[in-house]
């Protein structure tokens, strides 16, 4: 019987249209070892690993292993994002402070 983390790994996996190769590759995990957190009871995931997975799922880790929230909030994702803002390079950053400083201005149109 699979986990909630189980469910909420596939379920976003599958949202994000990844299969568990490509999920693997993104997360430096093999394809066996996604399945294996998909459906295996209890899946005995490291911290790191946990914390790669959410990155690429758009969600935090905190969310992952939280078994209450089934779904992630508008915040969990906005956190996540964050975190991927955060390590991103200086100029990358100029570049989207820049695309929402245009989307901003249309929005006040």
């Known amino acids: 019987?699979?986990?909630?983390?189980?469910?909420?790994?596939?379920?976003?996996?599958?949202?994000?249209?990844?299969?568990l190769e490509q999920l693997g590759?993104?997360?430096g995990s093999s394809k066996s070892?996604?399945?294996?957190?998909?459906?295996?009871?209890?899946?005995?995931?490291?911290a790191e690993k946990i914390q790669k997975i959410a990155e690429v799922l758009g969600v935090t880790g905190e969310f992952l292993l939280d078994q209450d929230q089934e779904t992630p909030e508008r915040g969990?994702?906005?956190l996540a994002f964050f975190r991927k803002y955060q390590k991103m390079p200086e100029d990358t950053k100029r570049?989207?402070?820049?695309?929402?400083?245009?989307?901003?201005e249309e929005d006040k149109k």
């Open 1 to 19: 019987m699979p986990t909630l983390l189980s469910e909420k790994i596939k379920r976003l996996r599958k949202e994000k249209g990844l299969t």
């Open 25 to 27: 590759e993104l997360t």
């Open 95 to 104: 570049k989207l402070q820049q695309l929402i400083d245009v989307w901003g």
């Open 76 to 78: 969990d994702m906005d």
């Open 33 to 46: 070892y996604i399945w294996a957190l998909e459906n295996q009871n209890p899946p005995r995931p490291s």
